[in-house]
């Protein structure tokens, strides 16, 4: 656990849970709810809490001073109904508030949860001193033990109003032996000091000398005073926590006014600050499970935010593994390509006329600048760009061919394209392959032309074809007709050419076998850097559009 100063907003609190991840116990962070008015649905939930609170008072205050007891009414047995009743309550509220302090991490929770289950425990003793028959001795005991527990929970609940809302030091073991130790010392001190006894006497009724009054208005105007400061920081900072245990204090504070005019130990005045009291236990409790419905709301939230996050890495992390496992295949066959020109090189080199040597160096050079921009994680982003087709081509056909391949080509010259010329390389490389695992004795024919606005190279076999059904199915990823291959050399063909505003399709060749059609948008020609039979080519095909004069349409195009 990290080192953090008491009382920092920014403190934080770790530890490993039993998998070993990192369970966090500390506040989240400042609340971001707006402040409670008093026309605002919680302050008008307030409203009648307070105007509920000054009925019950001033209801058992007249009945208790104007009725007599009615006849046949047990207030010993219904004295210890509420009494019970709210020990009960003041244990479900400490437990729900040590909850949120476990879910949320605020201090303040599990301090008031603490000084809740002590008051839970306080009245439980304070039942048994009127109800239990005991021994001169034991009764001062228990009025003792009360007196010790009543200074703990004053303490309690002063420290958690005073203290910071966040100290990361805080936790359940510490925070319980503090009470218990806290509880035994004071307990020590009222069998020694017998004035620390009256703390304990002014819990039951009625009460008796100077010193029993002075205690008991002291307990009075300490839950009046952490009241206020409750109410108002609960006000300032919209929480249903520090509101309804305000209110809780001053129910306290009424419910001990009307016990010190108790004449006897069961008449109506204590029956009426039982019920004030159990009354003000109902309101913490109507805080705390707010508190906690709105920390449970708050830990789904996160929950969600957390797992679309888990969803959204795990999206990344297939799409980061996916376009590796595409660059693999793609260095893959570069490679082969490289390896099938360097055994030709090295091989029979010599048998070679010099300008099939020069197109294999050419050829071995534009392999490994592909294989190079393949390495470069960069390179996908380049920009598209005009080049030449049958450049791009060429060294492709020229590797091929010297692996002993029947390839050939018909690249029609000065034929540009808008793209990429690494990637149009190699996915020739790709269609190529294709053709000799599926057309293995067929020839392979790669023409390149301009249609209109596109550039469309052709790669054609004599192999089986493809099946109707199978024409748009092949290029998904994954769909491979053949048991050795990975189905990614279609499908990443077709994603990098639509990247360029291009496609890729199969169609039936005329004769039989299959025609693999690359398109490509077309760049404007460049009428000054052709030669005359790539003028007379692209004039010919300008004039088969129509009655358009051939030579207007080759500089229309310029």
């Known amino acids: 656990m990290g080192t953090v100063n008491r009382g920092t907003r920014a403190g934080v609190a770790a530890r490993p849970d039993q998998r070993g991840c990192i369970q966090d116990l500390t506040y989240r962070g400042q609340d971001r709810r707006a402040p409670t008015s008093w026309s605002s649905p919680n302050g008008r939930q307030l409203t009648l809490a307070v105007a509920l609170l000054a009925t019950v008072s001033a209801v058992a205050a007249y009945v208790a001073a104007t009725a007599s007891r009615p006849d046949g009414l047990n207030l010993h047995a219904l004295n210890g109904v509420l009494a019970t009743a709210g020990a009960a309550l003041a244990v479900m509220a400490g437990f729900i508030s040590c909850l949120r302090w476990r879910m949320v991490g605020t201090a303040s929770s599990l301090r008031i949860g603490a000084a809740l289950l002590l008051l839970g425990a306080l009245i439980t003793t304070a039942v048994l001193v009127p109800f239990v028959g005991l021994t001169p001795p034991s009764r001062g005991a228990l009025v003792n033990l009360s007196a010790a527990m009543l200074l ?3 303490a309690l609940l002063t420290v958690a109003v005073v203290a910071p809302p966040i100290d990361a030091r805080v936790s359940a073991r510490r925070r319980a032996l ?3 130790l806290a509880v035994a010392c004071l307990f020590g001190l009222a069998c020694v000091l017998p004035p620390l006894g009256a703390w304990g006497r002014a819990l039951h009724p009625p009460l008796s000398g100077g010193g029993d009054i002075a205690a008991h208005a002291a307990v ?3 839950w009046v005073l952490l009241g ?5 920081r609960g006000l300032r900072r919209a929480s249903w926590l520090w509101t309804w245990l305000g209110l809780m204090l001053f129910g306290f504070a009424s419910a001990g006014v009307l016990g010190a005019l108790a004449v006897t130990e069961h008449d109506l005045w204590s029956t009426g600050s039982l019920a004030v009291r159990l009354l003000a236990l109902l309101f913490v409790l109507n805080g705390v499970a707010q508190e906690l419905k709105l920390a449970f709301l708050d830990q789904r939230s996160r929950l969600f935010d957390t797992r679309l ?4 890495s795990e999206v990344r992390r297939r799409a980061e593994h996916a376009e590796r496992e595409e660059r693999a295949h793609e260095a893959r066959s570069a490679l082969l390509g490289i390896q099938a020109a360097t055994r030709t090189l090295t091989s029979r080199y010599d048998e070679y006329a010099t300008e099939t040597q020069v197109e294999l160096r050419d050829a071995l050079e534009t392999e490994i600048q592909l294989l190079r921009a393949l390495v470069d994680a960069d390179s996908v982003h380049f920009p598209s760009e005009p080049f030449d087709v049958s450049a791009a081509v060429s060294p492709v056909v020229v590797c091929q061919r010297a692996a002993g391949r029947d390839v050939r080509a018909d690249l029609a010259p000065a034929v540009r394209a808008v793209g990429r010329p690494a990637v149009l390389t190699e996915i020739v490389q790709a269609l190529l392959d294709n053709a000799r695992d599926h057309a293995p004795d067929s020839v392979v024919v790669v ?12 790669v054609e076999d004599r192999g089986p074809g493809v099946d109707p059904d199978q024409r748009e199915g092949i290029f998904r990823r994954g769909v491979s007709s053949s048991t050795n291959g990975s189905g990614l050399g279609l499908y990443v063909a077709r994603r990098l050419l639509r990247d360029q505003d291009g496609d890729i399709h199969v169609e039936p060749r005329a004769g039989g076998g299959a025609s693999f059609v690359v398109t490509l948008p077309a760049a404007p020609l460049r009428l000054r850097e052709m030669s005359g039979a790539e003028l007379v080519h692209h004039a010919d095909h300008a004039g088969e559009l129509g009655d358009v004069d051939p030579f207007d349409a080759v500089v229309g195009q310029q």
Do not use: C
């Open 152 to 154: 703990t929970v004053a």
């Open 178 to 180: 503090g009470v218990v």
């Open 220 to 222: 009075v105007a300490l």
């Open 228 to 232: 206020t400061i409750s109410i108002a």
């Open 309 to 312: 996050s888990v969803e959204a």
């Open 447 to 458: 023409h390149a032309d301009r249609e209109g606005d596109r550039a469309v190279v052709r």
